[in-house]
Nanobody, 125 residues
Framework: QVQLVESGGGLVQAGGSLRLSCAAS????????MGWFRQAPGKAREFVGA????????VYADSVKGRFTISRDNAKNTVYLQMNSLKPEDTAVYYC??????????????????WGQGTQVTVSS
């Protein structure tokens, strides 16, 4: 079983930046693909991006492409989400999740196994 803990959320002004971290427990992290999702109040959970176990392959939602960057450090069992040029519509709880492999459709939450508890990101206008 993998345990995931997100951190790094907070309140930031529009145009600002935040870097989220997702720390994983367990010896298998380096073999897992990782995804980031977000959920705003009253809305469905939304795919943000995903990264393969090696870090070579990355996929992003159109809404964040060019602004957000996913990376990972397998030696530290951690995946990151660098968020730049933040907009008020990026306000949500952000979750990381793991998958045995980068899914053919990485946007589907049901393809991920374990989830963190989430970290709140609030972008003020």
């Amino acid at each position: 079983q993998v345990q995931l803990v997100e951190s790094g959320g907070g309140l930031v002004q529009a145009g600002g930046s935040l870097r989220l971290s997702c720390a994983a427990s367990g010896p298998t992290f380096s073999t897992l693909a990782m995804g980031w999702f977000r959920q705003a109040p009253g809305k469905a959970r939304e795919f943000v991006g995903a990264i393969s176990w090696s870090g070579v392959n990355k996929v992003y939602a159109d809404s964040v492409k060019g602004r957000f960057t996913i990376s990972r450090d397998n030696a530290k069992n951690t995946v990151y989400l660098q968020m730049n040029s933040l907009k008020p519509e990026d306000t949500a709880v952000y979750y990381c999740a793991d998958s045995p492999h980068l899914p053919p459709n990485p946007t589907a939450p049901h393809d991920y196994d374990y989830w963190g508890q989430g970290t709140q990101v609030t972008v003020s206008s």
